[in-house]
């Protein structure tokens, strides 16, 4: 059996719901990045494994240990550009169960204090964004990446002429967890660390 847990933000346990704790507690095998993997107790290291590089070979050890009380740990909640669609297409209803988790966008609104019903969410992880939809929504909340981070979509802000307002959270729940607000012409042209952005088209 596969159980996917949604861990949250990842800075702390304090966002791992009782479900999800249970099943870290029941698993034979716990099975996640080396980030994630440090949200497991101690007591429970020994059955954790890091995640392939390749999902091919993930897909492979899961058909190969279907027996085992498996956990799969995916960063927020799994079907918000998570891992769970992806296993989703590989396994049935009655191989695995998909525990939510509070994913980093609904992290950083809250953080923000920013209501977020007429929100778009999307990330620009391995994928290009629609510009032209991306900018016609009033608001959006992006996990980004290296290729296409803020300074990237602060650029096409301004190659449009939008009016737009930029929040970046970087290291979000974690100790060294950073919010900083830029209008499009401001936003620096630098590395960020693993981030969300937020932008209010005007």
Partial sequence: MITVVGIGPGGTTDFLFGQALDSIEAASVII?????????????QMVCHRLPRKLTE??????????????VLASGDPLTYGIGNW???RFSGDQLTI??????????????????????????????????????MSKVGMVTDQQ??????AQEAI???????????????????????FTSNEVPDEEYAMNVVVMINE
Avoid: A, W
Avoid at 32 to 44: A, D, N, T, W
């Fill in 32 to 44: 996640g990045s080396e980030r994630q993997l440090e949200l497991v107790p101690e007591h429970k």
């Fill in 58 to 71: 993930l897909e492979d050890y899961l058909y190969d240990h279907s027996t085992d009380m498996i956990v």
């Fill in 87 to 89: 296993l989703m297409n």
């Fill in 99 to 136: 525990l939510p988790g509070i994913s980093s966008v609904h992290y950083f609104f809250n953080r923000l204090r920013i209501p977020m019903e007429d929100c778009y969410i999307t990330s620009s992880h391995g994928r290009t964004p629609d510009y032209e939809l991306l900018f016609q």
């Fill in 148 to 153: 296409i981070g803020p300074y990237q979509l």
């Fill in 159 to 181: 190659k449009r002429g939008m009016n737009t307002t930029f929040y970046i959270g970087e290291q979000l729940s974690y100790p060294d967890e950073q919010i900083r607000c």
